[in-house]
């Protein structure tokens, strides 16, 4: 039999790859010359096959192994591997300290340089930084307004927005935009608008008071999903990237003293739009996780997120480039 080139397993666009997964409990490995995951029943041992061809993410939960040859066929693939606590949260990489985001990148090959040296043409300018920072939040706005305003959403009964008052925080937001001088203040005003964001959500799904945890702290329902949803979209936000060629390091608004600041940037583009709403709907609804993760990537793959990602880094790094010369 013929061996599949690498080239082969990049034929379908990242984009447009339909699965990522969370596995826990469970050993991947390769059998037969493909990449599996065996789970265990009595005496019984049970293999699934993972179609890397046609997959973005792989996050290892507890209770995982997986093998050199198996992420041998992951890079080939162009597959990025995350290990994760339970429930997909917080994310740990392979190595002994914890950091917030950390992924690792399939590097079996070079990456195109194109949209690197855009962006690093301007990166190092802070005024172009906070440019390409407002940039990112007027396509989040904008997807703020498709998602939660769309067609789809309001025929979910359960998440009936107040569009006035949703159309009235947007627009505070996008008007006040060019009145930011640094980060710290377009920093203080995106904490504002996601504030109000939270606010509107559980008014409309009648949660009742709702504070946002940090770092993972939360013990409700709205905020342990909203903690593996984000996971899920800083995911998304690592495969742009890695298909533009772009460091995680070099980030516009989030982080900069942080490796992983630039996924959260991009992260940033479709969470409010896509996770926060499904966030509050799943928690109403009494849902597990395993439920409100697929309802996560039903949204993310319905509305073209890593399309909207990747398109947004092209745009901001070609346009802010071409401003530099």
């Known amino acids: 039999m013929e061996a599949i080139g690498s080239s082969d397993l990049k034929t379908i666009l990242h984009s447009k790859r339909s699965n990522i997964y969370y596995l826990q ?3 991947v490995l390769v059998n037969g010359g493909r990449v599996e995951y065996v789970t265990d029943e009595g005496k019984r041992s049970l293999y699934w096959n993972i179609p890397i061809a046609n997959t973005t993410v792989v996050m290892l939960g507890t209770g995982t192994s997986v093998t050199q040859a198996a992420m041998r066929e992951f890079a080939r693939a162009g597959v990025l591997v995350g290990f994760c606590g339970g429930g997909g949260t917080p994310l740990y990489a392979a190595n002994e300290v914890e950091v917030n985001v950390s992924w690792l990148s399939p590097q079996s090959e070079y990456r195109p340089t194109e949209y690197l040296q855009h962006w690093v043409s301007f990166w190092f300018d802070e ?3 906070l440019a390409a920072a407002i940039a990112f939040q007027r396509i989040r706005i904008n997807q703020i307004r498709q998602s939660w305003t769309g067609s789809k959403m309001q025929r979910e009964d359960k998440f009936a927005v107040d569009v006035p008052r949703l159309t009235g925080i947007l627009d505070r937001f996008e008007q006040s935009l060019e009145g930011c001088k640094n ?3 377009l920093l203080a005003l995106e904490a504002v608008m996601t504030k109000a964001l939270y606010k509107l959500a559980a008014n409309t799904v009648n949660y009742g008071d709702f504070t946002r945890a940090k770092r993972g702290g939360g013990v409700d329902r709205a ?3 909203l903690d593996h949803g984000n996971y899920l979209a800083y995911g998304l936000a690592a ?4 298909v533009l060629g772009l460091p995680h390091g070099l980030s516009v608004l989030h982080g900069k003293t942080r490796r992983g600041g ?8 479709v969470k409010d739009a896509l996770i926060l709403p499904q966030a509050f709907i799943a928690a109403m609804a009494g849902e597990e996780e395993q439920e409100f993760r697929q309802r996560c990537l039903v949204s993310m793959q319905t509305s073209d997120a890593l399309d909207t990602m990747i398109v947004a880094l092209e745009n901001v790094a070609q346009q802010l480039s071409r401003a530099e010369k």
């Open 239 to 242: 495969v742009a990237c890695w």
């Open 262 to 269: 630039l996924v959260f940037d991009v992260a940033d583009l």
């Open 183 to 185: 980060n710290t203040d």
């Open 25 to 27: 409990y469970c050993r």
């Open 223 to 225: 905020n342990r999903f």
């Open 127 to 129: 005024s172009q930084r």
